[in-house]
């Protein structure tokens, strides 16, 4: 009788444990589906989600949505700045809220596949975090040169630079890459541009500045490591694995093409401030942004390690507030109602993902003011 009830009571108990693996186990939308649950039902309230979805819709980004007239408006201060890849009129409003893998908050038209700018710059880390993976790099601190050894890297000063340094947007290098000259991007608003042109170059990962020419460096240091289009790494490696639709782009310069083992192959661009970059829906961001929010596990596989992510979001020398091209919500931006922990993507034009593991939340919103990015992020914590 005793042996009985104790094999009752083992059973109970692995029938309860069971139960309770079966109600955590995260939820990961299917190809072409994403369940919905109402805010409610996930511990949000509903009212105050609703005023911040109200409030991104009445914060639209003020610029055109015209894209050329916005990005030559935009980036007028630079000399030489044209248009150089694709370019696509942008959409209105849109995103979604995201709590514990379901959707419980949309706005837009969530379908349509729009430019992302420098959103994009978080995708391109993140091929350099699969070729860390596979052991393509053997270490970040590596010297760039002794992977690419075709000049790009010549230099006293370019050959001290590591895949660190272009990650953290700290690398100073210097040079033209496709005819675009690295002190022609992003210019100081004051002083003399032919100063700026001969100014003196800065050590590696002591600075942080903003360069799209230096990421675009890394793109196509990246195509060089792998030999292969990056969107193609990035289809086969991620966006299949997390069920991400067939509509999304990934382009470069019309010009940006080159030799890798006898075939013509277009090096990429890690935004789209003269064209180009990632054109994507919201939906395929948010799976993106749902992989990052579960350290790289897709529905129990594992396709980018943790020790990547981690890397990717801790704060680099020249900079607290940015890691592998994603920004950490330190200092300044600091928001009300969530932890320095969160990290996000950031593009022209108000694009971003947030990604917050503390609440098992992840917010995708596209055309929204930039300035406003606090104060709405603030809303959506109000509904914690």
């Not at 289009?229 to 509509?247: E, F, Q, Y």
């Not at 990632?278 to 529905?299: C, K, P, S």
């Amino acid at each position: 009788m005793i042996h009985r009830s104790i094999t009752i009571l083992l059973v109970f108990i692995v029938i309860s444990a069971n139960s309770l693996i079966a109600q955590n186990k995260s939820y990961f939308p299917d190809r072409n589906n994403w369940d919905e649950k109402t805010p409610k039902s996930v511990k949000l309230n509903s009212q105050k989600l609703s005023e911040a979805v109200q409030f991104a819709k009445d914060n639209e980004y003020s610029g055109e949505r015209d894209l050329k007239l916005a990005i030559i408006k935009g980036f007028a201060r630079e000399p030489f700045h044209e248009i150089l890849g694709p370019v696509r009129d942008r959409g209105a409003a849109a995103g979604l809220v995201i709590k514990n893998g379901y959707v419980v908050a949309k706005w837009g038209d969530v379908d349509r596949v729009d430019m992302t700018f420098s959103v994009t710059k978080s995708y391109l880390s993140t091929m350099a975090g699969l070729a860390y993976d596979k052991g393509l790099i053997t270490s970040t601190d590596d010297k760039v040169g002794d992977y690419v050894w075709d000049g790009t890297f010549d230099g006293q000063h370019n050959r001290k630079i590591s895949w660190d340094h272009l990650l953290t947007q700290s690398s100073d290098w210097s040079g033209d890459l496709f005819g675009l000259k690295d002190w022609a991007d992003r210019p100081p608003r004051e002083g003399d541009i032919v100063d700026w042109k001969a100014r003196e170059l800065k050590e590696p990962g002591t600075v942080f500045e903003y360069n799209d020419v230096r990421v675009n460096v890394l793109a196509y240091s990246l195509l060089q490591v792998w030999r292969k289009p990056l969107p193609v790494v990035l289809k086969n490696n991620i966006m299949d694995r997390i069920g991400a639709s067939s509509t999304w782009r990934w382009y470069g310069y019309d010009h940006a093409w080159v030799n890798i083992d006898g075939q013509k192959v277009q090096s990429v661009t890690g935004g789209g401030h003269s064209g180009a970059g990632l054109f994507i829906n919201t939906y395929d961001h948010a799976r993106f942004g749902l992989l990052f929010l579960n350290n790289g596990v897709w529905n129990g596989q594992r396709i980018l390690s943790k020790e990547w992510i981690d890397k990717a979001r801790q704060s680099s020398a020249a900079d607290e507030r940015y890691g592998y091209m994603w920004w950490l919500a330190k200092g300044p931006n600091d928001w009300e109602g969530f932890s320095t922990d969160v990290f996000y993507a950031a593009g022209f034009g108000g694009n971003f993902i947030i990604v917050d593991q503390e609440h098992d939340l992840l917010v995708v919103t596209r055309w929204l003011e930039p300035s406003k990015l606090k104060e709405f992020m603030e809303l959506v914590g109000k509904s914690l």
